[in-house]
């Protein structure tokens, strides 16, 4: 098989690796955004068309109200600094998840950022914030049971591509990859339906020490098996 087109990546262990130094989890978070940088580059270079991260869980609001607020505040400042980090690396960046919970001025942000670096094809990085894929289904069977409602569309019509783009994610095709870091193997609601086909790769390695080399294994690992749709 060939380099995946996309890879999606459940960021995980940024709290354990931190303990193990003795530091607090939110100094894990920070050097899970460094990792975040060098991994957007790395993909680009192996020939990654689209990166969908796991930034923050609708599960997550129940963590510390002060860990909320500081990875609050790190997504705020990635975006911040990804505008610019969007032209060097001609980075499309989209944000999934419900944002109408998150700041008004985050809001604002996100929506620059999408806009600022809509034409950009090198790379297609998504985000996702206050992101549960059971959400993402329910708030998109909402959009199409209202345009069924309005006529728009008749229930014979609704169909699996109909579905899908009612989802946060569409247009973008769904992952061929998806890596989850730290040991453990499940999904925490993550893009269930994008999933369906996908393969997955574990590694023990935590988030701030997952790197180009462990990027390029995973690569090599998925180029490697044998990919089935349940077909024979
Ligand atoms: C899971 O590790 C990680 C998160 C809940 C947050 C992921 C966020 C980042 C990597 C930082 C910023 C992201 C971007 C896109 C700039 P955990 O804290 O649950 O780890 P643990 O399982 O060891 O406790």
């Not at 192996?46 to 860990?67: C, H, I």
């Not at 806009?115 to 090198?122: I, L, M, V």
């Not at 086909?197 to 023990?204: G, R």
Request: net charge negative.
């Amino acid at each position: 098989m060939d380099t995946p087109k996309h890879i999606a990546i459940i960021m995980d262990g940024n709290g354990r690796w931190a303990k193990k130094r003795g530091m607090p989890r939110t100094y894990g978070h920070t050097m899970g955004a460094k990792t975040v940088e060098k991994i957007c580059r790395a993909a680009g270079e192996q020939g990654v068309k689209y990166l969908t991260l796991y930034a923050f869980s609708t599960e997550n609001w129940s963590r510390p109200d002060m860990e909320v607020k500081a990875l609050m505040k790190l997504l705020g400042s990635y975006l911040d600094n990804c505008l610019e980090t969007a032209r060097e690396n001609q980075m499309r960046v989209r944000v999934i998840g419900d944002i109408t919970r998150l700041e008004p001025k985050f809001q604002e942000q996100i929506k620059a950022v999408e806009e600022a670096s809509k034409d950009y094809d090198r790379l297609h990085l998504t985000i996702a914030i206050n992101y549960g894929s059971r959400d993402e289904m329910v708030r998109g069977m909402r959009k199409l049971a209202c345009d069924v409602r309005d006529g728009k569309l008749a229930p014979e019509e609704i169909s699996e591509d109909r579905f899908a783009g009612y989802l946060d994610t569409a247009g973008i095709p769904d992952p061929d990859l998806l890596i989850r870091t730290s040991g453990e193997q499940r999904l925490s609601n993550y893009l269930l339906w994008q999933l369906a086909y996908s393969e997955f790769y574990f590694t023990e390695k935590p988030w701030p020490d997952f790197d180009e080399e462990e990027l390029a294994k995973a690569i090599d690992a998925y180029s490697n098996r044998e990919r089935r749709y349940g077909g024979v």
